[in-house]
């Protein structure tokens, strides 16, 4: 009779069924951050990929014209002037023809930026930003500092100074040819990414466009300084995790630690560090966010 008690009984009791509910909800907050983690590395590794396949662009340019693309020329970023080294000749022909697109670019956008938000994620080295389009303390003419990047652009009095990778004295692994920039909260206004990745329309001068297709550093910033918040405008943010990825000269890329000591990222960027106009502070010692 126990027996056939047991066998009539159908389903599960309300108990069970919230256990069974209380299991699952564990087992998906335990899964969550994986899966999370998971999609933010495979994003991470298309930025990655996307910086390579810009940096052998620019590194083929290299090759072809004996120097560093422009920072902006003729009104385009130096985006534009790669394009057919990226394999995107008919795009290149239809920005010479002054048709511009008004569609984003994937090769020029992170996938953990704004995707939807048109304007790139990637930007370029080029330089100290002290240098102004009107005569500060002669920085205008201070071809140190004009030379303090890789992309170039025209300095003073007709004055310019073309970067090739054999002028790279630190190294090309040693030295930043491309990073991303994205629009994160926090940054200054005037460093955010262009919201036209190829026109200096929207820009009242050469400088403020540069500092929107480009990463900078001053002479201005404290060369003990090892804070990010004494140099949040400076140092470029991205959507990633504690990290920025960077392209390095000689076509590297890697996550570069958004807490490197400021005279470090000054030295990544500079591709002479004695000749570039700013001076180190050599009592700073080992920087333990870079390695």
């Keep these: 009779m126990l027996r056939e008690k047991y066998a009539a009984r159908k389903g599960f009791t309300l108990v069970e069924l919230l256990v069974v509910i209380a299991i699952i909800g564990i087992m998906m907050g335990l899964l969550m951050p994986a899966v999370m983690n998971a999609r933010s590395s495979a994003r991470m590794a298309s930025c990655i990929n996307r910086q390579e396949n810009l940096a052998k662009a620019v590194i083929q340019y290299e090759l072809n014209k004996q120097h560093y693309p422009y920072s902006m020329r003729n009104g385009y970023s130096w985006h534009a002037q790669i394009l057919d080294e990226l394999g995107l000749a008919k795009l290149a022909n239809t920005v010479a023809e002054g048709n511009i697109p008004s569609t984003n670019q994937p090769e020029f956008k992170c996938p953990s930026g704004d995707a939807t938000t048109q304007g790139i994620s990637y930007v370029a080295n080029v330089g100290c930003d002290t240098i102004t389009t009107s005569s500060v303390n002669g920085d205008i003419n201070n071809t140190k500092l004009c030379a303090s990047g890789l992309f170039f652009y025209y300095c ?26 994205t629009k994160k909260t926090g940054i200054t206004d005037a460093y955010k990414p262009s919201d036209y990745w190829w026109t200096t329309t929207n820009y009242s001068n050469e400088a403020e466009s540069r500092r929107h297709v480009g990463i900078t550093w001053s002479t201005g910033i404290s060369n003990s300084a090892t804070t990010p918040s004494q140099y949040l405008p400076y140092f470029p943010r991205s959507q990633h995790s504690k990290v920025n990825v960077m392209a390095f000269a000689d076509g590297s890329v890697k996550g570069v630690n958004n807490n490197i000591y400021y005279q470090t990222y000054v030295g990544l960027m500079a591709p002479n560090d004695n000749k570039c106009g700013y001076t180190f502070n050599t009592n700073m010692g080992v920087d333990p966010n870079y390695q």
């Design 156 to 181: 003073g009095k007709g004055k310019s100074v073309k970067k090739t990778a054999s002028s790279i004295v630190d190294g090309t692994s040693q030295t930043i040819l491309l990073s991303e920039n």
